[in-house]
Nanobody, 113 residues
Framework: QVQLVESGGGLVQAGGSMNLSCAAS????????MGWYRQAPGKQRELVAF???????HYADSVKDRYTISRDNAKNTVDLQMNSLKPEDTAIYYC???????WGQGTQVTVSS
């Protein structure tokens, strides 16, 4: 079955950096657009970044110029490098194979003031 496992979350101070990683299995990873979502309490799940099979990356305005999404098709992984973190980045972060409309269990990112 499709499996998406996120890792790398934790507590970080404002202005700091964090790298999230997602290991994917159960589908042809290299042919699929991959993305990262986040959801904070009381808010709608937000697509923050996605990347095409060829490596073309796109970002939500809220994270543009601070986050970088990347993928390694040989390892079936997609990463999210987050820099200049702000308290409003606090959320559970999920990776997704967009065409399947699903995501993993998520990893918590907490940014303190």
């Amino acid at each position: 079955q499709v499996q998406l496992v996120e890792s790398g979350g934790g507590l970080v101070q404002a202005g700091g950096s964090m790298n999230l990683s997602c290991a994917a299995s159960g589908f042809i990873f290299s042919s699929n657009v991959m993305g990262w979502y986040r959801q904070a309490p009381g808010k709608q799940r937000e697509l923050v970044a996605f990347i095409s099979s060829g490596g073309s990356a796109h970002y939500a305005d809220s994270v543009k110029d601070r986050y970088t999404i990347s993928r390694d098709n040989a390892k079936n992984t997609v990463d999210l490098q987050m820099n200049s973190l702000k308290p409003e980045d606090t959320a559970i972060y999920y990776c997704s194979a967009l065409k399947f409309g699903s995501w993993g269990q998520g990893t918590q990112v907490t940014v303190s003031s």
